[in-house]
C-alpha cells in the first residue's frame, strides 16, 4: 500500500488555525502524501506559512493566485492533481493522524472507490458528538443508495470527509463564484462511483466558525446558489438514474416551494417563481411527508440545543 495520496487545500486568511491544520496533515502515519496548497489571495499572514511549510517538507507545493474564491482555489490544486486518490480538507479544520492510513486500507479491503467517514464539529468549548452510528461499524453501498442519502443527509455532500479515487474526477470542477461549491461537485464523483463505504470512524475535525457560510447573513445567495445547484443536481441524476428520478423531483420541489416563502428579495422571489413554473409541486405519500417533517422537527430541535451550549470561533 504505497499509492500517492493528493491532497488539496484552499487557504485563505486563516493563520489563526492553519498551522494546526498543516501540521494534522504533514504528520499523517501514511507518508506517501501530495499536499497541494492554493494560496487566495491571503491579506493576513497565511501565504508566509505556506512557504514556510514547504521550505521544511518536500511533499508540499504552494500556488498563490489572486483571491478568486474557494472554488477557484480548489480548481487550481485540482489541476496539479498526480496521485491515485484524493483529499480535499478546509484549510481551518484538521484531521485525525491515522484518517489516510486507515481509510486508503478501508478502501482497498472493500473493494470500492470512496471511503465516507465520520466527523466532529469543534466548537471553542468542546466538540460534539459524532454524527452517526454504524451498526458492525461499516456500511458498503452502491452509488444509487448514497444518492438517495444525500437527499436525507447533508453531510452526505460535503467532500472533506471523503477519500475518492482520483479516476473519478475526470474533468470535474468546482463552480467558480458560489456560496457554496461541496453540493455542486460531490454528487457527480459518486455518481461515477459503483460502491462506497461508510464507517463511522472520526477522522474529520470541522472547526465551526462565526464566518462560516452556514452562518452567513447574506440568505439570499445562499438560497440561490443552492437552488441552481438542486436544480443541476436533479437534470443530471434524472439522466443518469431514473430509477431514483422522482425522489430527486420530490426534493427539488419541495426545496423551491420552502425557499419561496423564506425570502423577501424580490429578485430571488422572481427567480424562484420561474422555477417553480419548470418544477411545478407534486406531493409525495402522505407517510413520507410526515416523516419528513418528524425528521425536520427533530434536526432543528438538535440544532438549537448545541447553538445555546457551544461557542463559535472567530
Not at 93 to 108: F, G, H, T, V, W
Not at 183 to 189: N, V
Not at 263 to 281: F, G, M, R
Amino acid at each position: 500500500m504505497n499509492d500517492m495520496i493528493s491532497v488539496v487545500i484552499p487557504v485563505y486568511n486563516v493563520e489563526k488555525y492553519l498551522k494546526e491544520s498543516l501540521d494534522s496533515v504533514i504528520n499523517q502515519t501514511y507518508k506517501n502524501l501530495e499536499i497541494i496548497l492554493v494560496d487566495d489571495g491571503s491579506t493576513d499572514n497565511s501565504g508566509k506559512i505556506c512557504d514556510e511549510y514547504a521550505q521544511k517538507d518536500d511533499r508540499i507545493t504552494v500556488v498563490h493566485q489572486q483571491n478568486s474564491g474557494a472554488g477557484a482555489a480548489k480548481n487550481a490544486g485540482l489541476k496539479l492533481v498526480k496521485g491515485n486518490y484524493l483529499s480535499i480538507i478546509d484549510s481551518d479544520d484538521y484531521i485525525e493522524s491515522d484518517m489516510y492510513e486507515k481509510m486508503l486500507s478501508y478502501m482497498m479491503k472493500y473493494d470500492v472507490e470512496i471511503v465516507q467517514c465520520n466527523f466532529c464539529d469543534v466548537y471553542i468549548n468542546g466538540k460534539t458528538y459524532p454524527y452517526w452510528k454504524i451498526e458492525n461499524h461499516f456500511s458498503r453501498v452502491s452509488n444509487i443508495q448514497f444518492l438517495s442519502d444525500i437527499l436525507k443527509e447533508w453531510k452526505c455532500s460535503i467532500f472533506c470527509n471523503k477519500l475518492f479515487k482520483t479516476v473519478l474526477l475526470k474533468d470535474t470542477l468546482f463552480p467558480v463564484g458560489r456560496k457554496i461549491d461541496d453540493e455542486f461537485f460531490t454528487y457527480r464523483l459518486v455518481s461515477r462511483a459503483k460502491k462506497i463505504l461508510n464507517t463511522d470512524d472520526v477522522f474529520y475535525n470541522y472547526r465551526m466558525r462565526k464566518s462560516s457560510v452556514m452562518n452567513d447573513s447574506n440568505n439570499d445567495r445562499l438560497i440561490s446558489d443552492r437552488t441552481d445547484c438542486f436544480v443541476e443536481r436533479y437534470e443530471y441524476i434524472s439522466q443518469k438514474f431514473p430509477e431514483i428520478k422522482k425522489s430527486y423531483y420530490y426534493h427539488l420541489s419541495d426545496i423551491l416551494l420552502f425557499y419561496q416563502g423564506n425570502t423577501v428579495s424580490p429578485e430571488l422571489k422572481k427567480k424562484l417563481k420561474e422555477y417553480i413554473k419548470i418544477y411545478p409541486y407534486k406531493k409525495p405519500s402522505i407517510i413520507k411527508r410526515i416523516l419528513k417533517r418528524k425528521k425536520e422537527n427533530n434536526e432543528l430541535s438538535q440544532s438549537d440545543n448545541i447553538n445555546k451550549e457551544l461557542i463559535l470561533f472567530d
